[in-house]
């Protein structure tokens, strides 16, 4: 079995997905479901129908976040140290065609949020910073087009 790189935040955060679909969502489509059926024919009723649907989406979603923390290997990046990009660290990078500054931190595919700064470990951009220190230039492709970056600091926080 393949491992998952994860942030012990990423990992808290699938827990919690879990417990609130265990606890909160379970129960209330449970709920829906026998409300449902009290309307009489089932082959037609669409309340029905849909509560089963939901039901489904979330018995496959709880399986689904289980497989992922079972093979999770939980990275405390509070732990790490050094000058050289790798998981876990916070890169802050300047486009070198528009001197605009960004930054990000390199997580797991599971816990990625680009609005939150936090990319894949699988991105083009953070496959591209791997190994790189503060000074470097790197080259990614996007889908606009080719861009070129500058990192200006490596941070583990």
Do not use: C, W
């Not at 916070?90 to 599971?110: H, M, P, R």
């Not at 000074?135 to 889908?143: I, L, Q, S, Y």
């Amino acid at each position: 079995m393949e491992k998952i790189p994860m942030t012990a935040s990423g990992f808290t955060a699938l827990e919690a997905e879990i417990k609130h679909l265990k606890q909160v969502e379970r129960p209330a489509v449970i709920k829906a479901i026998s409300e449902a059926r009290a309307h009489g024919d089932l082959s037609e009723n669409a309340e029905y129908h849909s509560a089963k649907e939901r039901q489904s989406f979330i018995e496959g979603r709880v399986l689904e976040l289980e497989d992922k923390l079972s093979r999770a290997q939980v990275i405390d990046v509070s732990k790490l140290s050094g000058k050289v990009v790798k998981f876990g660290a916070t890169v802050t990078l300047v486009d070198e065609d528009t001197d605009q500054k960004s930054k990000y931190q390199i997580v797991g595919d599971l816990e990625a949020d680009f609005a939150k700064g936090r990319i894949s470990i699988s991105s083009p951009l953070a496959r591209a910073l791997i190994g790189k220190t503060s000074g470097d230039t790197v080259e990614v492709n996007t889908p606009s087009g080719g861009r070129s970056y500058e990192v200006l600091k490596v941070e583990f926080k």
